[in-house]
């Protein structure tokens, strides 16, 4: 079975500084799909980024990026420019390739914290 | 669109007592699932389904029972709630298209926050 792990339960960071969260991966597939999710305390769950495994290109989404490392099972998420608005919790998740198990697996979340 | 809509937003059940979340989506997704999210231990899958017709287990399905009689639908139940139910539940749902949008991100319902005593 899958499953996903994020080490850092909180990180904290001063506004306008860079931010890196961890996610790691565990999975004998070879095609799948990871996103990262926020949760800010309106509970709400907004997608941020996703990415491909079978693309080696890592994925931007304006001050937000990946850092895909498939053979390492790493996907770590890079917050640029932090804002105050980002303090959120943060998940990583992982989602199977079509015609294998269909189940989207989430990490236990980073909290994130933005210091003005 | 209304997207995923979740009823009730809150509930408190005592232990024992019956009840059904309700989940329903008018985007015409084929993929539907429940998680719970607890503090520490992130969003855990309980159930999800494929289709109208089908469901399978997630992570923690014991004490839940769903069914899928329609693509809208995706009702949550609690047989015997128990204290160690108490959490929000989310309902997310993903685009129709499996095939070709597997790259497609879940769509969350708003929560429901349940306490059981």
């Known amino acids: 079975a899958q499953t996903v792990t994020q080490s850092q339960p909180e990180m904290s960071v001063q506004e306008a500084e860079t931010v890196t969260l961890s996610c790691t991966y565990d999975?004998?597939?070879?095609?799948?799909?990871l996103f990262w999710y926020k949760q800010p305390p309106s509970r709400q769950m907004i997608l941020v980024i996703r990415?491909?495994?079978?693309?080696?290109q890592n994925a931007t989404e304006n001050r937000f990026s990946v850092n895909f490392q498939k053979a390492a099972k790493s996907f770590s998420l890079k917050i640029s420019d932090s804002q105050l608005g980002d303090a959120a919790m943060y998940f990583c998740?992982?989602?199977?390739?079509?015609?294998?198990?269909?189940?989207?697996?989430f990490g236990k979340g980073t909290r994130l914290h933005i210091l003005p | 669109n209304a997207g995923v809509t979740q009823t009730p937003k809150f509930q408190v059940l005592k232990t024992g007592q019956s009840m059904t979340l309700q989940c329903a989506q008018d985007?015409?997704?084929?993929?539907m699932s429940w998680y719970r999210q607890d503090p520490g231990m992130g969003l855990r899958l309980i159930h999800y389904?494929?289709?109208?017709?089908?469901?399978d287990q997630g992570e923690v399905p014991n004490g839940y029972n769903v069914s899928r009689s329609t693509t809208e639908d995706f009702p949550l139940r609690l047989l015997s709630a128990a204290p160690s139910q108490t959490s929000v539940y989310f309902c997310?749902?993903?685009?129709?298209?499996?095939?070709?949008?597997?790259?497609?991100?879940?769509?969350f319902g708003n929560g429901t926050r349940l306490t059981v005593t």
């Open positions: 998740a992982y989602r199977s390739a079509p015609g294998r198990d269909d189940k989207i697996i």
């Open positions: 389904s494929v289709g109208a017709g089908i469901t």
């Open positions: 985007m015409n997704h084929e993929y």
């Open positions: 999975t004998s597939e070879s095609d799948y799909y």
């Open positions: 990415q491909e495994a079978y693309k080696q």
């Open positions: 997310a749902s993903s685009s129709p298209d499996g095939g070709s949008s597997y790259n497609s991100p879940l769509h």
